[in-house]
């Protein structure tokens, strides 16, 4: 990534580059010592924005090297990932500068409406992960997004980032595909009804079916992962 930064020709201030804390660097000295290899990794001189990957070990003693590398000027934003309500509320009733941007599983099968209401509460910004649901529920063919997306001539994975675009979330779509990646970034020029909205509104079911972080072996699993060099 560092090598195409400086290939890439496109001034610095015009990237934005975020990177993120592993399970294992999950304390004060270990994020100080994370955010340095990955600036030097990267041949940058500060990060556009650093996010804590899980909840998980010593995130509060993390976050407070965050806080203060922040105010150093090497990390412009900070956050969480992964923090649902009761989480994120204990975390902003403790920290001193809160997080702005908190990345969570949000797509239409998944909704999480109250951690949304609870986010805009502390000004913490909402970005998905999995705006597609890892591909589940067959959502690129959905006959319910399907519809939405044909009314204004985009698809059904169109459709469905706009509709997490129109709730105030920032979407990260994943793809190795060219053609796909351009239909991503195309969902400026339509916006989705009310009644859009509610229709899609409608296909939660209320959890994930990607990861339980509730699942006591889940935790055991990231805290025994190793993040290969």
């Given at each position: 990534?560092?090598?195409?930064?400086?290939?890439?020709?496109?001034?610095?201030?015009?990237?934005?580059?975020?990177?993120?804390?592993?399970?294992?660097?999950?304390?004060?000295?270990?994020?100080?010592?994370?955010?340095?290899?990955?600036?030097n990794k990267l041949g940058l001189e500060y990060l556009d924005l650093y996010l804590i990957h899980q909840p998980m070990g010593d995130y509060y003693g993390a976050y407070r090297a965050l806080e203060e590398l922040y105010k150093d000027g090497l990390l412009r934003a900070i956050g969480m990932c992964n923090c649902y309500p009761h989480v994120?509320?204990?975390?902003?009733?403790?920290?001193?500068?809160?997080?702005?941007?908190?990345?969570?599983?949000?797509?239409?099968?998944?909704?999480?409406?109250?951690?949304?209401?609870?986010?805009?509460?502390?000004?913490?910004?909402?970005?998905?992960?999995?705006?597609?649901?890892?591909?589940?529920?067959?959502?690129?063919?959905?006959?319910?997004?399907?519809?939405?997306?044909?009314?204004?001539?985009?698809?059904?994975?169109?459709?469905?980032?706009?509709?997490?675009?129109?709730?105030?979330?920032?979407?990260?779509?994943?793809?190795?595909?060219?053609?796909?990646?351009?239909?991503?970034?195309?969902?400026?020029?339509?916006?989705?009804?009310?009644?859009?909205?509610?229709?899609?509104?409608?296909?939660?079911?209320?959890?994930?079916?990607?990861?339980?972080?509730?699942?006591?072996?889940?935790?055991?699993?990231?805290?025994?992962?190793?993040?290969?060099?």
């Amino acid at each position: 990534m560092g090598a195409a930064i400086k290939k890439c020709g496109v001034p610095r201030e015009e990237l934005f580059i975020t990177t993120k804390l592993w399970v294992q660097d999950a304390s004060y000295e270990g994020a100080k010592k994370a955010v340095e290899t990955s600036l030097n990794k990267l041949g940058l001189e500060y990060l556009d924005l650093y996010l804590i990957h899980q909840p998980m070990g010593d995130y509060y003693g993390a976050y407070r090297a965050l806080e203060e590398l922040y105010k150093d000027g090497l990390l412009r934003a900070i956050g969480m990932c992964n923090c649902y309500p009761h989480v994120l509320a204990d975390l902003c009733e403790t920290v001193e500068v809160i997080p702005a941007v908190n990345q969570v599983e949000l797509h239409p099968f998944f909704q999480q409406e109250d951690a949304l209401k609870l986010m805009k509460e502390y000004g913490v910004q909402p970005e998905a992960w999995g705006p597609f649901a890892e591909g589940k529920h067959g959502i690129f063919t959905h006959s319910v997004l399907t519809k939405i997306g044909e009314k204004y001539g985009k698809s059904a994975a169109q459709a469905a980032l706009r509709w997490n675009v129109q709730r105030g979330v920032v979407v990260i779509p994943k793809s190795t595909h060219k053609d796909r990646m351009e239909q991503n970034m195309d969902i400026w020029d339509f916006a989705l009804t009310d009644e859009d909205m509610q229709e899609i509104s409608g296909l939660d079911i209320g959890h994930s079916e990607i990861v339980n972080h509730y699942d006591p072996a889940f935790v055991k699993m990231l805290h025994g992962r190793k993040l290969h060099e």
